[in-house]
C-alpha cells in the first residue's frame, strides 16, 4: 500500500531554532505539495513541486521559510528562524502526471514552537 | 479565483440518520472538486473526486456528492450514518490541470451520537 511518509510526526522546538520537515512521495509521483493547517486559517498551500522543480511558493514566508525537492524521493521543508506563529500541522501531498490533481497526503509534522 | 464555502462548522446527527454536508464552490473555469475525511491525528483521506462525466459520484464508505453547475454546489451525502463516520470534512476545489494545488473549504466537523 503505497503511502506519502512524513518525518518527524512530531516536533517541539524553542523559538528562533531551524526546523526541517521531511517528506517521501508516493514512488513514481512527480507533483509534491506542502500544506499547513491551523485552527484559524484552516488548510493553506504553502508551495508545490513539479518534476522537482518549484513551481509556486506564494503561499511562503520567504524570510524564513524555504522547501526543496533534493531528490524525486525527497521535498523538505524548512523554517529558519522558527516562530511561535509557525505551531501548526504541516501536510505534505502528492500526485502522479497528469492526474496530479488528485493529491494523496502523508499524516503532518506536529509542529510546536514555543 | 476559486473558492470553497462549507455551510456548518458542525454537524450532529444520529446514528442512522441521514449525513448532508454542504460546500459550495467558485470557479472561472469548469471545477475538480473533491472531498476529503480527516480522523484525528491523521492525514486527508480521499473520498470521492468528480473531474467530468456523470455528475452523482459515489466514494468510500457509503458516500457520494453530486455536482450541482447551476447551484455551484457538491453537497456529500450518506443515508445512514454510522459512528465511525465521525470526523473531519473537508470539500475542495482545483482547476483540473495537472500539478495545480487544492483550494480547501474551512471543513466540517462531524459528530455522530448513538
Known amino acids: 500500500d503505497a503511502r506519502v511518509t512524513q518525518t518527524p510526526r512530531d516536533k517541539v522546538t524553542e523559538m528562533g531554532q531551524e526546523v526541517t520537515m521531511r517528506c517521501q512521495p508516493i514512488l513514481g509521483h512527480n507533483t509534491v505539495f506542502w500544506y499547513r493547517q491551523t485552527m484559524m486559517q484552516g488548510l493553506e498551500l504553502l508551495a508545490y513541486f513539479r518534476n522537482r522543480a518549484p513551481l509556486d511558493d506564494s503561499g511562503m514566508p520567504k524570510d524564513r521559510f524555504s522547501a526543496e525537492m533534493p531528490d524525486a524521493t525527497l521535498a523538505t521543508l524548512k523554517i529558519q528562524p522558527s516562530e511561535p506563529r509557525d505551531s501548526a500541522v504541516y501536510f505534505c501531498?502528492?500526485?502522479?502526471?497528469?492526474?496530479?490533481?488528485?493529491?494523496?497526503f502523508g499524516p503532518g509534522t506536529r509542529l510546536t514552537v514555543t | 479565483a476559486q473558492s470553497v464555502t462549507q455551510l456548518g462548522s458542525h454537524v450532529s446527527v444520529s446514528e442512522g440518520a441521514l449525513v448532508l454536508l454542504r460546500c459550495n464552490y467558485s470557479s472561472s473555469v469548469p471545477p475538480y472538486l473533491f472531498w476529503y475525511v480527516q480522523y484525528p491525528n491523521q492525514g486527508l483521506q480521499l473520498l470521492l473526486k468528480y473531474t467530468t462525466g456523470a455528475t452523482l459520484v459515489k466514494g468510500i464508505n457509503g458516500f457520494e456528492a453530486e455536482f450541482k453547475k447551476s447551484e455551484t454546489s457538491f453537497h456529500l451525502t450518506k443515508p445512514s450514518a454510522h459512528m465511525s463516520d465521525a470526523a473531519e470534512y473537508f470539500c475542495a476545489v482545483s482547476e483540473g490541470q495537472a500539478g495545480t494545488a487544492l483550494i480547501f473549504g474551512k471543513g466540517t466537523t462531524l459528530s455522530v451520537s448513538s
Open positions: 501531498a502528492s500526485g502522479r502526471g497528469r492526474s496530479s490533481y488528485e493529491q494523496y
